[in-house]
């Protein structure tokens, strides 16, 4: 009987699998893919799960995109019902243009993916503990080499999401993409940004208190083994005492048990422990309980990568490890990887909770993480996103129907560039903005040019000035902004066609005031790009003055292009920029970097900074005192907002590096007075103003700035001047540099011109009067 049951499941998997689904999927590929179609498919739940929740919820709130769900339930469906949902998936997933998976099945493993389709895999564990697919041939679990070759489990993925770079290469094995090892990258899990949302962390306790009352004000130690058993009879193990557990525990602690969701079979709780265990399986969420548990009790379940987020005691109850190796086998050695103790018996995990606070080896478990987890930052959605849609999903990003971006742009006799730069904030993917460009009395073609693009682009408007300062006019375009948020951008400038969107994604994620990007520096001679960006990285994602007083001030530079503004937040604090001919922007960028609660860094290269174009033509040369006005105002600034002392080092190393630039960029013969002015200053008075301590070494961050700094304020010349000099030369090699690169393409060029055919045809028919006009000349023709 077992003989004919084993042959007529393998006829009834060839039929279904190698004949009906492929057959049913082909014929409905005559239909042509639907651009804007996305299919998510869930294999197992009845919902949809974690896996896909937060990019479900950003596409269908963001975008107007054609979404089906479709939930198979294997394992759980039977007969037509099953077969019925499989079919209907299949018919959606034939005219898809995005197709996104969680896990691995031979339902969708032998399908032929379109021209055109891109198809997703966002696992539905992170990092990479017991052995899955392929990895698992010479193991009980999973199926044989040869089946596992005859019947896929993975399609032909365009990106698979995985939690580290360090475990990459386990899901190429596991997938069997040793020949596509690309499409596996380690951009992060979705599922785990809400780790980094306090608002869900404080839903969380709530969830959590609401669900079982009896928890509040007692500690949560959380029981979530994986299943036993293969996925289609999954079952729960039942070896943990709950007697022994509340003997010891039941004054301190709760205890919450959390099957995984696939089993059928769990363990029941005796009625006299109700008061302190509980099945919160069906009534609380992974994450919810990884948020709020005090210690973790696991066995071979990935949700300890997760739980190590929070750095918070773990416990490996393998009592099984053994049989549990040969049924399905790791990645890595158990022993080696687990981040806290393994242990066989109750004893031994009631011993190690007694003990905990002495016990716990926090350092061992933020190895792991910083291991196994290092991608997952609570970006992770919006880099997946991004990496599998690309920009053709800009197309479909729904309109709010009002401004929520403004962009300032302050020119002056910028009609070489005007024009790329208004057309790359035109052509921005995100379309609800409103351009405001306020003219600063120009002479050239500059304001002709912005009529043009108004005629073809309502939502700009011109504001004219007399000639003044860029300072001014950012601050007319801040007074008349409509925008949630604003930037600034110079009218030499352009900018990527996402940049405006990337920017208010991530303002609105992270309910941030400043976010910060990185830029490219541009050489408008050779097209060549330098990509520039920041040295300094906070540890937390979103940070402030509080978080890295002694860097907040370096974190960039004063400009204000690099950065999306909460509008409201520079209103409410008054912030506006100097009107003075140079570094009118320090003040301003300076202040919202002391004052902001919410700083974001997002690490894309959205901005395109033409170097030495400037928007105003205001000679640096004549304005030798603006630099340390802006300083000396922005420390006033602060000192009445009582923040000044918090971040004073930071403050004067900022001041240090600007103070020596404005000294040495006074040269030149006709400049001697505005030179002797700035070092005397600097000498004399400038970090008097700046309430700097009389003994700075230690104080400035860069020991060649201190020696530099020393040599000014003894009177010694000769180091500064030979920094200059130095200077100089790296300027000079970098000007004879261009211009041997200039050269070199006039030179390539011409080569191409002397060998194409239009200049042999054109060398031949000229000939005639080519030797004459030598005849006549006495040149040769």
């Not at 960006?533 to 540890?539: A, L, R, S, W």
């Not at 060649?704 to 180091?719: A, F, N, V, W």
Request: proline share 4%; net charge neutral; hydrophobic share 35%.
């Amino acid at each position: 009987m077992n003989i004919f049951n084993k042959i007529y499941r393998n006829v009834f998997r060839f039929t279904t699998r190698k004949v009906m689904f492929k057959f049913y999927y082909w014929i409905c590929s005559f239909k042509p893919i639907k651009e804007d179609k996305v299919t998510f498919l869930e294999l197992r739940l009845p919902h949809l799960s974690n896996n896909f929740q937060l990019i479900y919820d950003e596409l269908t709130s963001k975008y107007d995109l054609d979404i089906h769900v479709h939930h198979i339930r294997q394992g759980f469906a039977r007969g037509t019902d099953k077969y019925g949902r499989i079919f209907s998936f299949l018919k959606d997933a034939a005219t898809s243009k995005y197709i996104i998976y969680n896990e691995g099945s031979d339902i969708i493993g032998g399908l032929k993916k379109r021209e055109g389709q891109h198809i997703m895999n966002t696992w539905h564990g992170c990092g990479a503990f017991k052995k899955f697919g392929r990895s698992t041939g010479d193991k009980i679990f999973g199926d044989t080499p040869k089946n596992a070759r005859k019947y896929p489990a993975h399609p032909d993925y365009d990106l698979v999401t995985v939690s580290s770079p360090e475990v990459v290469w386990a899901y190429v094995e596991a997938m069997g993409k040793e020949d596509t090892p690309d499409c596996v990258k380690p951009l992060g899990l979705s599922r785990t940004d809400v780790f980094y949302d306090p608002k869900f962390i404080a839903q969380a306790r709530e969830n959590v208190k609401k669900a079982v009352p009896a928890s509040e004000g007692k500690k949560i130690l959380l029981y979530a083994p994986t299943f036993r058993g293969r996925t289609k009879w999954a079952f729960s193990p039942s070896e943990l005492d709950i007697a022994k557990f509340y003997e010891n525990f039941h004054d301190e602690y709760v205890l919450f048990f959390k099957h995984h969701p696939i089993t059928h079979d769990r363990p029941k709780i005796p009625s006299e422990y109700a008061d302190f265990a509980f099945d919160v399986t069906d009534s609380l969420s992974i994450e919810d309980l990884i948020c709020v548990s005090d210690i973790c009790i696991s066995d071979y379940s990935s949700l300890v990568f997760e739980y190590s987020l929070f750095e918070r005691p773990m416990i490996f109850f393998a009592y099984d490890l053994d049989e549990y190796f040969d049924w399905r086998g790791f990645y890595y050695d158990y022993d080696e990887l687990t981040p806290g103790p393994v242990v066989s018996t109750n004893e031994e995990m009631i011993d190690y909770i007694k003990h905990v606070d002495e016990r716990f080896d926090k350092e061992k478990v933020r190895a792991f993480r910083k291991r196994f987890m290092e991608s997952c930052d609570g970006n992770a959605t919006y880099k997946v996103i991004r990496e599998f849609f690309g920009t053709d999903i800009s197309k479909y990003r729904k309109s709010s129907g009002k401004t929520e971006v403004t962009v300032v742009v302050p020119s002056y006799n910028t009609d070489d560039f005007i024009d790329q730069c208004l057309d790359s904030i035109t052509n921005q993917t995100f379309k609800d903005i409103e351009v405001i460009v306020v003219d600063d009395g120009s002479t050239d073609s500059t304001v002709k040019k912005i009529n043009k693009h108004i005629k073809k682009d309502k939502r700009i408007r011109l504001i004219e000035q007399e000639h003044s300062n860029a300072g001014e006019a950012r601050n007319k375009g801040l007074r008349e902004a409509k925008g949630k948020y604003i930037v600034f951008w110079d009218a030499d400038d352009f900018f990527e066609p996402q940049a405006i969107e990337n920017l208010y994604d991530r303002a609105e994620a992270k309910a941030a005031d400043i976010v910060i990007c990185w830029h490219c520096k541009y050489d408008t001679d050779t097209g060549v790009k330098l990509y520039k960006h920041g040295n300094i990285f906070p540890e937390k994602e979103v940070f402030n003055r509080h978080d890295i007083p002694k860097d907040i001030m370096v974190v960039t530079t004063n400009v204000p292009w690099n950065r999306m503004y909460r509008v409201d937040f520079v209103r409410e604090n008054g912030i506006e920029f100097q009107s003075i001919e140079k570094a009118n922007d320090a003040f301003f960028t300076m202040s919202c970097m002391a004052l902001a609660d919410r700083i974001c860094i997002l690490k894309e290269y959205l901005v395109n900074w033409r170097k030495g174009q400037g928007s105003t033509t205001t000679d640096p040369q004549k304005s030798p005192t603006c630099v340390f006005d802006a300083f000396e105002k922005t420390k006033d600034f602060l000192v009445e907002k009582g923040i000044y002392e918090d971040i004073k080092q930071s403050f004067i190393n900022k001041a240090l590096g600007s103070y020596i630039h404005t000294v040495t960029s006074r040269t030149g013969k006709d400049n001697i007075e505005n030179f002797r002015y700035s070092y005397n200053y600097f000498k004399d008075k400038a970090f008097q103003k700046l309430e700097a301590p009389d003994d700075m070494e230690g104080y400035i961050y860069k020991p060649e700035r201190y020696e530099l700094y020393k040599s000014i304020m003894s009177g010694d010349m000769i180091p500064l001047f030979m920094g200059m000099f130095a200077e100089q030369q790296k300027r000079s090699e970098t000007i004879n540099n261009k211009l041997n690169r200039t050269n070199e393409n006039l030179a390539r060029k011409y080569d191409r011109m002397k060998n194409s055919f239009a200049y042999k045809v054109g060398m031949k028919v000229t000939w005639l009067p080519r030797t004459i006009n030598a005849k006549l000349h006495g040149a040769e023709a």
